[in-house]
């Protein structure tokens, strides 16, 4: 009877997988110790060592001599792909149509143009800066130049307040680059936050990015870190900000009620159920 009731129960088709392990993690964790231990303390890469070498033994023997599996249960069944993030919402209106909305429009030319709009208007504060402080424009433009030369670092302020056609192409260079980049980013960002664009724009990214040029400066430029003068870069972040924002903004022409009351993890474009209609959610049976 025991067989007979085990030939007609139906048999859970089972795969063989890498049997589960945190020694990679470990070994992640201790290696990264031991660099960072390189330019800070002794100590902490001693602290990598010892993380290290477990993981590197503890993930050798579950490979070798024979690699550890575990079997997993497989359900079988169609698997439709799609996704959950909506480019239109279709409202019904009769029972023979539907009211089609747009539920956002974006395009990466939206963010090129924001960045450069904003590094334009980014260098109006900096050139003042430069004008009050030195009396001289050039010395914003040169100060970001010699981030890229070795041999302007120990140069004076005189010298950075002259105009030097190799200071300005460079600033060019670094200047656009990072402004295009920042704005394909706004362009990016500023769709997951449709409610208030201009005030997350304008001032709660460029404090961010202020505090982050803060803690990794010194690294990038000591030149910069040297010379800076914070307020006036927070200035100048703020205005690229707000202005960069507006343009990207202007772009992004249709947030319609339905996009703003989607979860956030939907509007970030995530792959998630959220979107869902209810009866398409999985429910426990």
Known sequence: ME?????????TPIVELPAPTVWPMVLALGLSLVIAGMVTNVAISLLGLVLAVP????????????EQHQPVPVAAGPIEVVSARSSVARLPIGPMHRKILPVE??????GIKGGIAGGIAMSGPAMLFGLIRYHSIWYPINLLAAGGFVSWAGQSNAFLAEFHLR?????????????????????????????????????????????????????????????????WFTLSQCAFGLVAGFVVNLDVRVRTPQFRALPFAIRAGLHADLGKPPEQKDSPE
């Open 3 to 11: 067989s007979h009731k085990q030939g007609d129960a139906p048999q």
């Open 55 to 66: 993981a590197m033994v503890g993930w050798f023997l579950q490979v070798l001599p024979v």
């Open 105 to 110: 429009t974006y395009t990466i030319r939206a």
């Open 167 to 231: 200071g300005l192409l460079a600033a060019i260079a670094i200047h656009g680059t990072a402004s295009v980049l920042v704005g394909l980013l706004y362009g990016a960002m500023l769709p997951m936050y449709p409610r208030m664009p201009i005030l997350t724009a304008g001032f709660v990214a460029p404090f961010l990015w202020t505090g982050l040029v803060y803690s990794i400066l010194g690294i990038v430029s000591p030149i910069l870190d040297q010379r800076i003068d914070w307020l």
